[in-house]
């Protein structure tokens, strides 16, 4: 089944560190989201991507930076890790097109800087 | 700016109970609105939209333009629902959605 994977699923690091989060798809899709959950906060946009050679900043991304490798990769960094950014974060893909809307979620990455 | 709010954090309902959860918007223009659901252990996932008109899982949800609002109803809940709902939202010839903060709903057998 086509699918968004993310990896890793867990990761505990220090604060300081620099961190990549890395999340692939086989769903064909050209458009690439990266989101963070915090409890009581819903999901808050990071960055997206609606091609290889579009990078758009959402609503927080202040200490994060994106790669888009190819059309079926997009990972999120953490140039230096700070002990605020621990949450659960999630990347999403779309099609392209006015009628497609709906978001395909990966499993989500736990992370947690000490 | 657009807002997506969700008053209730927890909610708790008997099966067989009608559910209801709240979702109120914040938006100039003509916003489309969306449910999405992650279930115990599973991903986020859609649940149903606004421009669609369904019933899915027996859950319907009206866009009522002048209350602002997209609330999430079920005539009978089932243990199955029990899950986290999120509502969002996506501007007119935006490609962004904005979620609410969610509503964890728990169906008490």
């Known amino acids: 089944d086509a699918d968004v994977t993310q990896t890793p699923r867990n990761r505990i690091t220090k604060t300081g560190k620099r961190i990549m989060l890395e999340c692939s798809q086989t769903?064909?899709?050209?458009?690439m989201y990266w989101y963070r959950q915090d409890p009581g906060l819903g999901l808050q946009l990071i960055y997206y991507?609606?091609?290889?050679?579009?990078?758009n900043k959402g609503e927080i991304s202040d200490g994060y930076s994106v790669s888009r490798q190819a059309q079926a990769k997009f990972s999120l960094s953490l140039e230096s890790a700070i002990p605020n950014q621990t949450a659960l974060y999630f990347c999403?893909?779309?099609?392209?097109?006015?009628?497609?809307?709906?978001?395909?979620f990966g499993p989500g990455t736990r992370l947690t800087v000490l | 700016a657009q807002r997506v709010t969700q008053p209730e954090k927890l909610l708790s309902v008997f099966k067989g109970a009608p559910v209801e959860l709240k979702c109120n918007y914040s938006?100039?223009?003509?916003?489309?609105l969306f449910w999405y659901v992650q279930y115990s252990r599973q991903r986020l996932q859609l649940l149903l939209r606004?421009?669609s008109r369904e019933s899915i899982k027996g859950f319907t949800a009206d866009l009522n333009k002048g209350e602002t609002s997209f609330h999430l109803k079920k005539p009978f809940a089932q243990e199955e629902d029990s899950a986290m709902y999120y509502c969002?939202?996506?501007?007119?010839?935006?490609?962004?959605?904005?979620f609410g903060t969610g509503t964890r709903l728990t169906v008490i057998p």
């Open positions: 999403a893909t779309s099609p392209s097109g006015t009628g497609s809307s709906e978001q395909f």
């Open positions: 769903k064909g899709h050209d458009r």
């Open positions: 606004h421009i």
């Open positions: 938006y100039s223009g003509s916003p489309e």
């Open positions: 991507s609606f091609d290889v050679k579009d990078i």
């Open positions: 969002a939202l996506r501007g007119t010839g935006a490609n962004n959605l904005f």
